[in-house]
């Protein structure tokens, strides 16, 4: 009936404590009836013998091995191909989203809903890092054409008809959270206190977390391109009312200041403004050819635990409405 889905990286002093608390909550909810995918981004500490060994001990946990790391959201969006469950949970495999919070999770399933997600209502990390997240939320709310839920990562449960649309979208691009809220279907949210991580430091680096962010904003608002026409029309606008200046001056014999550094100060601002322009449109365009090119979002080396015959995610037929 569920199955969870936890990419890995670098998460070997972690993973027997994620699954001696993530296995009695499934086991409660489901009678048995769960799985587990382990999606191993290219571990290079150990994890990836491990998942194997946690496989040899139970084999309703699977793991598909990358060829090498290829980054958070392809390990979810490969876990979602993979995954055969009626609902399917992504979380993290840092025990930060706690795995007990799945029982609300499965009630809201149960009452209706295609969308359960997680609402951070707190989160153990640094300053920087809680402000950074905000701002962005909350920006992105503001920004992109569709309705993303604040303080809402990627933890979350999804019915089957809305793992099927999402696996079945072509972009390799992929901010999971952005495309959730935007195929639609019934959505809640469960507010939930975010834990520290249990061992290690975060794989998500400053630049990596930087670039998430640039995704979200780039894959679901047009803002950026609009306020670059807005910025350059305000700096032709400055040049404008600066030649009437010089002109007036000049014809009305006003002193004006002489020198190099309004000079200066002119062509830099103008020169960084076509720059950062120019940046924007380079940002869209190599997205553009990331999609032209149709390479593959992941590559998977191994498979531990799949039938050999599986059917591919896109061909699977829906489930059957639960009762």
Known sequence: MLSVVLPVFDEAANLRALVARLVPVLEKLT???????????????GSADLLDTLHAENARMKVLHFSRNFGHQAALSAGLEAAS????VLMDSDLQDPPEVLESFVERWRAGFDVVYGVRRTRREGLFKRAAYS????????????????DAGDFCLLDRAVVTELVALPERQRFLRGLRAWVGFRQTGVD??????????????LMGLV???????????????RASA???????????LLAVWAIGTKILGI???????????????????????????GEYLSRVYDEVR???????????????NVVPAESRRRVPPRG
Do not use: C, H
């Open 31 to 45: 009678q048995g009836a769960w799985e587990i995918v382990f999606v191993d981004d290219g571990s290079r500490d």
């Open 192 to 205: 939930y206190d975010r834990d520290a991580r249990a061992a290690g430091a975060s794989k998500y680096s």
């Open 135 to 150: 701002i962005f939320y909350r920006t992105m709310r503001r920004l992109a054409n569709i309705d993303v839920p604040l």
């Open 294 to 308: 149709a390479r593959p979002a992941y590559i998977v080396r191994r498979r531990v635990g799949f039938a050999d």
């Open 85 to 88: 469950g009626q609902a399917v």
């Open 230 to 240: 807005w910025l350059g029309f305000a700096a032709a606008a400055t040049g404008f």
């Open 255 to 281: 002193d004006s200041p002489q020198g190099w550094a309004s000079t200066v100060a002119i062509v830099l601002f103008l020169g960084g403004v076509q720059l950062l322009v120019l940046g924007v449109i």
């Open 211 to 225: 670039r998430l962010a640039i995704s979200g904003y780039v894959g679901f608002s047009a803002f950026p391109l």
